[in-house]
């Protein structure tokens, strides 16, 4: 399995604070990247990052914003929590930008 | 951009073949891909499709008509196991938006004893 790590796997927060969520690899891909997934909805890029300091938006990337100083690490934040953003977040790993490993996924609930 | 459409659920019985399709608007992507999700854990890469036709893998194949804008998944000899979400999605070209993949809201497999 593809060595990636999500955290914190839950979490519960009240809407507007800031929540970070990390992911960490040891694999040394260069694409790292941030879904969404909700009933209805399948998974929705967030933000994906191809190589450190190099971060794009994707297709649903209002309210957050993401990081990457080192390789290994792609952090996700939401600036202020909203309820619509409650949902699991999986944080994925390319090394071509094609094929991706997931992480298992971040349940967070906005109350 | 890149609109992909799978069937919402699917319904099979055990040691049956099963085929999802997919059926894609795209101004242009480099691979489909399938991925397999079960309940509450994380997608895994099953299969893509770089180009036209039928790539084999065990009990699991992809086929790709990129003139028709289609690909399917198949599954033969059904396990209960196989019961999960199958995701498609398509992978724009390398080097131009790299990241920005596109999935399917993908299809529930059920299969049934």
């Known amino acids: 399995d593809a060595g990636i790590t999500q955290s914190p796997r839950h979490k519960v927060t009240e809407t507007g604070t800031p929540v970070t969520l990390r992911c960490h690899q040891t694999?040394?891909?260069?694409?790292m990247y941030w879904y969404r997934q909700d009933p209805g909805h399948g998974l929705r890029l967030i933000h994906y990052?191809?190589?450190?300091?190099?971060?794009d938006k994707g297709e649903v990337s209002d309210g957050y914003s993401v990081s990457r100083s080192k390789t290994e690490d792609f952090l996700l934040t939401l600036e202020s929590a909203t309820s619509s953003q409650t949902s699991v977040y999986f944080c994925?790993?390319?090394?071509?930008?094609?094929?991706?490993?997931f992480g298992q996924g971040t349940r967070l609930t906005v109350v | 951009g890149q609109n992909i459409d799978q069937p919402t659920e699917m319904t099979a019985t055990e040691g049956a073949i099963v085929q999802i399709n997919c059926t894609y608007q795209?101004?242009?992507?480099?691979?489909l891909f399938w991925y397999q999700q079960h309940a509450g854990e994380a997608p895994t890469f099953l299969s893509y499709?770089?180009?036209?036709g039928l790539e084999e893998k065990s009990r699991f194949s992809s086929f790709l008509s990129r003139s028709k804008g289609y690909s399917y998944l198949l599954l033969k000899e059904l396990q209960m196991k196989d019961s999960a979400s199958y995701l498609c999605?398509?992978?724009?070209?390398?080097?131009?938006?790299?990241?920005?993949?596109?999935f399917g809201d993908g299809t529930t497999l059920t299969v049934k004893p």
């Open positions: 994925a790993i390319s090394e071509s930008g094609s094929e991706a490993f």
């Open positions: 694999e040394n891909h260069r694409y």
């Open positions: 990052s191809y190589g450190v300091k190099d971060t």
């Open positions: 795209t101004s242009g992507f480099n691979g």
């Open positions: 499709n770089v180009l036209d």
């Open positions: 999605a398509a992978w724009p070209p390398l080097g131009t938006n790299a990241g920005k993949s596109t």
